[in-house]
């Protein structure tokens, strides 16, 4: 293993607090928990990318990042109510 497959493992555990934040905190915590476990996600990927050297897996968390800030404007648009 190189060091971008131990970052995109150790990354990984990020997820966890993210999940309790999502499922235990206030609906505007979960659209915070939201945004950052997209970042998350893109970085993951984006050391994996690296890690396999593959220069066609870099598109793969451009998309992630558009399709994450995408998300979470819909997502608060949605629960806008609710979310107050």
Known sequence: MDAFAIAATALLLGFVPLGWVVLR????????????G????????????????RSSYFDVPVVCVVLTWIGAIVFARFFAKRLQ
């Open 25 to 36: 905190g206030r609906p505007l915590d979960g659209v915070a928990a939201l945004e950052l």
């Open 38 to 53: 997209g970042a998350v996600a893109t970085l993951v990927l984006l050391c994996l990318a690296e890690g396999f050297h």
